[in-house]
């Protein structure tokens, strides 16, 4: 579609053009003025995008730090659960296997 590479080399050669004739003293052109602003835009947005860039590396980071907070959390939270219900577990089954015991010393004995 559109060659950066080709535009940043041409933008380059007009703006260092642009910039001898004025370090010589002399006037620039209306055009030549819009080519040092073109010049000055194109570097803004190439900080920008470096800008932007680091700064969503950074808060995908922050994110992924969260998340694996998250999950670590949600893990002990999981496995004390799973450490109550166990305890449970083993208080019902010693329940029913004593009760079960005691009726059937009671059937026996009467």
Do not use: C, Y
Not at 65 to 88: A, G, N, Y
């Amino acid at each position: 579609m559109f060659d950066d590479k080709f535009f940043d080399d041409w933008l380059d050669a007009q703006a260092q053009k642009v910039m001898e004739k004025v370090a010589s003293g002399e006037g620039i052109a209306p055009e030549q003025m819009m080519i040092l602003m073109l010049k000055a835009q194109t570097n803004h947005f190439a900080h920008l995008d470096v800008d932007l860039r680091n700064e969503m590396k950074m808060l995908r980071e922050d994110m992924d730090k969260r998340f694996e907070q998250m999950h670590t959390e949600t893990t002990k939270r999981f496995e004390q659960l799973t450490s109550r219900i166990d305890h449970f577990m083993i208080w019902s089954f010693a329940t029913t296997i004593s009760v079960g015991g005691i009726i059937i010393a009671a059937i026996k004995f009467f």
